[in-house]
């Protein structure tokens, strides 16, 4: 056997994630690990908790990082606040759509779908009448940043709407927690969860989760407990609440929560809005440029992603080809397209770390040497 050690490259990560990690996150993540229920391990996650709810703008007592990663996330909503029968409306305009439906239907639930084209936000028009037609609705499942196109909905006006009928809302914010505005509270979100590799530019594998009153109360009044013992929020807030004294559950992936607390402090040192600005200011310049290069975006300006850049591939273009030329000579990893999507797209990632002027030219530069390639 000749197994030696692992030494990655240094990747310039600009596809749908994992992002550009900052070498402040790579470094905390280094430190010595303690125990998880070392006084100065709790210390340390309530100040996570307090960075998260800054993060998701929201006051919600229950505001946690699940140790798995965001599709756990996602797992963690239904199954917790789907009982068997209950009808559940779920927007697809992407990937992450179906999966949603997907995850209502292994919870027992009845899953309503509202379709609209990939590329396209979720139809609020459509999530109304769908609203109207099933009055015993009670939830609202969407995704705010569909990361499959690119596409941005708008969580404000569905989150009210769903309040309107009386249902709670299940958001999907991996992609857009850091990157776009995102106001759980006064957007009256109910489940939000989303991953630590997208815009937060922590390593992967950790899903922040925030639940609303309303979310906890449907939860305490389960008639049947949650199928998953690992994903039961009621099991989890015990470990994660109560002043100072923790509940052991499982073994928090310690060094992991040591870098989402870098990401989240950078993220709040550098203030969210000057973040949601900084991803707009590039996804800009990085427009502009492909433009120049004759290229077309997937999704119309006004719904369009800042942090996840999809195009299409010219005609006569072995996109699989360009993508590797891209990684062998530049280091450069870009995305490829997903579903009706493959083949004919390229996603690029500016998210977090990596929204940064440097990657916007090196990306410019190596997508024009590779096409006359
Ligand atoms: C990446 C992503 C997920 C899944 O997150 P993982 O950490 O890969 O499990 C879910 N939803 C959206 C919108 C995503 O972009």
New binding site residues.
């Given amino acids: 056997m000749t197994i030696t050690r692992f030494m990655p490259p240094h990747r310039i990560l600009m596809g749908?994630?994992p992002s550009d990690i900052s070498p402040q996150v790579l470094q905390a993540l280094s430190r010595p690990t303690i125990g998880h229920l070392d006084p100065l391990f709790i210390g340390m996650m309530d100040e996570l908790k307090q960075l998260l709810k800054y993060a998701f703008q929201t006051e919600n007592e229950f505001t946690i990082a699940l140790s798995a990663?965001?599709?756990?996330?996602?797992e963690a909503c239904f199954v917790n606040l789907i009982e068997a029968g209950d009808k559940v409306i779920v927007c697809r305009n992407g990937v992450?759509g179906e999966?949603m439906r997907e995850n209502v239907v292994r919870a027992g639930g009845q899953a309503i779908t509202v379709d609209d084209e990939w590329g396209s936000p979720v139809s609020v028009a459509k999530v109304k009448q769908a609203l109207i037609d099933h009055p015993e609705v009670k939830i609202v499942a969407f995704?705010h940043?569909?990361?499959?196109t690119g596409a941005l909905s708008d969580a404000q006006a569905i989150g009210t709407l769903a309040k309107e009928y009386g249902a709670l809302t299940i958001v999907?914010a991996?992609?857009s927690l850091g990157g776009v505005p995102l106001k759980v509270d006064e957007w009256q979100l109910d489940a939000v969860y989303s991953?630590?590799?997208?815009c937060l530019s922590c390593t992967?594998?950790l899903?922040p989760l925030t639940f609303s009153a309303k979310a906890i109360e449907k939860i305490q009044n389960r008639r049947t407990p949650v199928q998953s013992w690992f994903l039961d929020q009621s099991l989890v807030l015990g470990y994660w609440s109560g002043e100072g004294k923790r509940s052991y559950h499982h073994t928090a992936p310690v060094n992991s929560l040591y870098a989402l607390h870098e990401a989240l402090l950078m993220l709040h040192q550098e203030g969210l809005e000057n973040a949601w600005y900084r991803h707009q200011q590039m996804h800009e310049k990085l427009k502009t440029g492909l433009e120049k290069l004759g290229f077309t975006f997937v999704v119309d300006q006004a719904y369009r992603l800042p942090q996840l850049n999809a195009i299409y591939v010219p005609e006569g273009i072995d996109e699989a080809n360009v993508r590797r030329h891209l990684l062998e000579t530049y280091n450069l990893e870009i995305g490829a397209g997903l579903g009706v999507l493959a083949g004919k797209a390229w996603r690029i990632g500016l998210m977090g770390y990596g929204a940064r002027q440097e990657n916007v030219a090196l990306c410019l530069r190596a997508l024009e040497e590779s096409m006359i390639e």
């Fill in positions: 749908p994630g990663p965001g599709s756990a996330g996602m992450f999966r995704v940043a569909e990361t499959s999907d991996v992609t991953g630590s590799q997208k992967p594998g899903a």
